[in-house]
């Protein structure tokens, strides 16, 4: 029987790679969703959302993983696609609203979200080590 030489710390670490992905993937549900729920169609709302929604999920992905910014910002910007997808799907099926034009959103996300995600990333890493969820005193 072969045994590997991961503690189990590496391998909670490996098997969180999938949460920057997940983030990814929830955040533009959440962003329409959200603005859904507010009823406002206001591009600028619209922004202020998407950044903080952005950011937020990449501090955190950030903060429990740890490890490459790149990697996390990578994984974040993987998801989005799927994300809008399913947001467009269930549009489609549910409320009947026809968003043809989605793979623009996709484009628009990545634009919007590439500051936001950035400053997330890198507030989960600040100098001092008091990061988002970060146990140092």
């Given amino acids: ?20 992905f997940f983030l990814g993937i929830a955040a533009p549900i ?5 603005l859904q729920l507010f009823g406002t169609k206001e591009t600028a709302i619209t922004l202020i959302v ?7 999920a990449a501090a955190y992905a950030s903060s ?4 490459r910014s ?3 910002a990578g994984l974040m910007y993987a998801g989005i696609p799927i994300g809008t997808f399913i947001d467009v799907m269930v549009d489609s099926f549910l409320f009947s609203n026809d968003r043809n034009l989605f793979p623009l959103e996709i484009v628009m996300w990545w634009i919007v ?13 600040s100098p001092s080590g008091k990061g988002i969820g970060s146990t140092k005193q």
Avoid at 30 to 34: A, D, K, L
Wanted: overall charge positive; proline content about 6%.
């Fill in 1 to 20: 029987m072969a045994t590997d030489n991961y503690t189990p710390y590496q391998r909670f670490r490996a098997a969180g790679l999938l949460l920057p």
């Fill in 30 to 34: 959440v962003i329409y969703r959200t």
């Fill in 50 to 56: 998407a950044a903080l929604v952005l950011g937020a």
């Fill in 64 to 67: 429990r993983i740890g490890g």
């Fill in 70 to 72: 790149w990697a996390i």
């Fill in 113 to 125: 979200g590439a500051f936001p995600v950035a400053l997330g990333v890198n507030f989960a890493h």
